[in-house]
T-cell receptor, first 115, second 114 residues
Framework: AQKVTQAQTEISVVEKEDVTLDCVYETRDTTYYLFWYKQPPSGELVFLIRRNSFDEQNEISGRYSWNFQKSTSSFNFTITASQVVDSAVYFCALSEKGGGNKLTFGTGTQLKVEL | EPEVTQTPSHQVTQMGQEVILRCVPISNHLYFYWYRQILGQKVEFLVSFYNNEISEKSEIFDDQFSVERPDGSNFTLKIRSTKLEDSAMYFC????????????FGPGTRLTVL
């Protein structure tokens, strides 16, 4: 069965600090996909990034970067120079190719960025 | 940019009433999903739909729930007899044909059962 764990319930940082959100996953499939979604206070779910299990190359997109490590089953997300607009709940999610591609979400990390 | 839309944004209903939540997925997408999020909790999978039939459903998706794609654009979730514990945000999502494609979510319908 697939499972996603986000151990950090809430993180508070001061603007311009870097922050890393942790995600650990469990799956029996050899082919799977990992995602990060952002849920701002308005409530919608905004797709941020997808990673395939066969592609461990890390990625940087502007202030966002992702570190995917199969050896530790982790898919961590770092925001560099955080801004108040980054305040949101961030969800890590997993889908298995053999599981109909439904998303299993973690419990989310509430990020608060203060001035 | 194409997007998933959902109506209504907020639905208030009495316990025991039937509700229908509506979604218009992105037009060339083939796979459709419903998820729900009880306030302050994680997003939970309800059901997936492909080729006009349910492909998978969770244990939450009991006989009180049903889905339908009545025409080429709408995708609906019906709750036959609502309970207090059905109060949640319901999200519709759709994705394209390849396994690795991300799901795009609608803005959600907040269902309040009184």
């Amino acid at each position: 069965a697939q499972k996603v764990t986000q151990a950090q319930t809430e993180i508070s940082v001061v603007e311009k600090e870097d922050v890393t959100l942790d995600c650990v996953y469990e799956t029996r499939d050899t082919t799977y996909y990992l995602f990060w979604y952002k849920q701002p206070p308005s409530g919608e779910l905004v797709f941020l990034i997808r990673r395939n299990s066969f592609d461990e190359q890390n990625e940087i997109s502007g202030r966002y970067s992702w570190n995917f490590q199969k050896s530790t089953s982790s898919f961590n997300f770092t925001i560099t120079a955080s801004q108040v607009v980054d305040s949101a709940v961030y969800f890590c999610a997993l889908s298995e190719k053999g599981g109909g591609n439904k998303l299993t979400f973690g419990t989310g990390t509430q990020l608060k960025v203060e001035l | 940019e194409p997007e998933v839309t959902q109506t209504p944004s907020h639905q208030v209903t009495q316990m025991g009433q039937e509700v229908i939540l509506r979604c218009v997925p992105i037009s060339n997408h083939l796979y459709f999903y419903w998820y729900r999020q009880i306030l302050g909790q994680k997003v939970e999978f309800l059901v997936s739909f492909y080729n006009n039939e349910i492909s998978e459903k969770s244990e939450i998706f009991d006989d009180q729930f049903s889905v339908e794609r009545p025409d080429g654009s709408n995708f609906t979730l019906k709750i036959r007899s609502t309970k207090l514990e059905d109060s949640a945000m319901y999200f519709c999502a759709s994705r394209g044909g390849d396994s690795y494609n991300e799901q795009f979510f609608g803005p959600g319908t907040r269902l309040t059962v009184l």
